[in-house]
């Protein structure tokens, strides 16, 4: 059974910082493309960022210089480093892990930036 579980979510000042891990397990983890992506109530989902398995890494235009993604193949986990965090980023945010035409999603992550 594949499972993504998300976690390292919550209530933040602006100008904080998160790190949101996302602990993959029943897949083979370093063949798959990782991506973190968030939705606000009313709106789509949308990418943040993704890193494929050889480690190259596309943000979005919205968080780049702020947001960083990284992987450990050896711990089966995909990261969202969020620094210099704004009212805006406030969303769920949903890791996803795609192989092929394989894909999964987690349950989510709620991230809230407010003073």
């Known amino acids: 059974q594949v499972q993504l579980v998300e976690s390292g979510g919550g209530l933040v000042q602006p100008g904080g910082s998160l790190r949101l891990s996302c602990a993959a397990s029943g897949i083979t983890f370093n063949l798959y493309q990782m991506g973190w992506y968030r939705q606000t109530p009313g709106n789509e989902r949308e990418l943040v960022a993704d890193?494929?398995?050889?480690?190259?890494?596309n943000i979005a235009d919205s968080v780049k210089g702020r947001f960083t993604i990284s992987r450990d193949d050896a711990k089966n986990t995909a990261y969202l480093q969020m620094n210099s965090l704004k009212p805006e980023d406030t969303a769920v945010y949903y890791c996803n892990a795609g192989f092929r035409r394989l894909n999964y999603w987690g349950q989510g992550t709620q991230v809230t930036v407010s003073s």
């Open positions: 890193i494929t398995s050889g480690g190259s890494s």
